[in-house]
Structure formats: structure tokens, C-alpha cells
């Protein structure tokens, strides 16, 4: 069983910057895509960022192309998601995601686990 756990949240003013981090354990997190996903108040989750199992390849959401970039240190066994020029509308929880497969996914259905979340709050 792979536990996630993520860290990093907080409250920043818009234009900032928060950088998450995600804990995995387990022995497959380097055969394992990741993602984070978000959810605001009253609205659906929704995706963020993926990574495959190499770090090879990644994908955005394209609310925040170009602002965030997702990473992950194997050898530490965790992902990361640094946020630039933050926005209000950023304000949500956020969620770490693995998958068994090591492919890129942004549909949450593809994930089989998830952290407890961490919330991010951005004030304008």
C-alpha cells in the first residue's frame, strides 16, 4: 500500500509563490505517474499537473501552464509542485496522486492513490 502525503500549503498574497511537496512510501514509487489535483469550494476537482514514472514527460492544466511546474526526485521518493504568479482562483485544496502505470494521466479515475490534501489559499 503507497501513502502519500503532501506538505507545503499555506496562505501567500497573489503574485507569490508556495512550492508543494509529496511523501510517498512504498517501494513503487519510481514505477509510478504522479499528479496533483485540485479542488475549490463548491466546484469539482480538477486536474493539475502530471508527471510520468521517469520525469520524462509532463502535462498541465492550461490554467496554469506556464506557472507551475511539477517535478519528482526518484531517489527521494517525492514529487513536487512549484506555483508561480499566483492567483486567487488558485485557491483550493490541493491533492498528490500515483498511479500503478508510469504513464501521464489527467483523468483522476487513472490514480489509485491519494494524499489527504493540503490547502493553498491565495489572497488578493
Known amino acids: 500500500q503507497v501513502q502519500l502525503v503532501e506538505s507545503g500549503g499555506g496562505l501567500v498574497q497573489a503574485g507569490g509563490s508556495l512550492r508543494l511537496s509529496c511523501a510517498a512510501s512504498?517501494?513503487?514509487?519510481?514505477?509510478?505517474?504522479m499528479g496533483w489535483f485540485r479542488q475549490a469550494p463548491g466546484k469539482e476537482r480538477e486536474f493539475v499537473a502530471t508527471?510520468?514514472?521517469?520525469?520524462?514527460?509532463?502535462y498541465y492544466a492550461d490554467s496554469v501552464k506556464g506557472r507551475f511546474t511539477i517535478s519528482r526526485d526518484n531517489a527521494k521518493n517525492t514529487a513536487n509542485l512549484q506555483m508561480n504568479s499566483l492567483k486567487p482562483e488558485d485557491t483550493a485544496v490541493y491533492y498528490c496522486?500515483?498511479?500503478?502505470?508510469?504513464?501521464?494521466?489527467?483523468?483522476?479515475?487513472?490514480?489509485?492513490?491519494w494524499g489527504q490534501g493540503t490547502q493553498v489559499t491565495v489572497s488578493s
Open positions: 512504498g517501494r513503487t514509487f519510481s514505477s509510478s505517474a
Open positions: 508527471i510520468s514514472a521517469s520525469g520524462s514527460s509532463t
Open positions: 496522486a500515483g498511479r500503478r502505470r508510469p504513464f501521464v494521466s489527467y483523468a483522476g479515475r487513472d490514480y489509485d492513490y
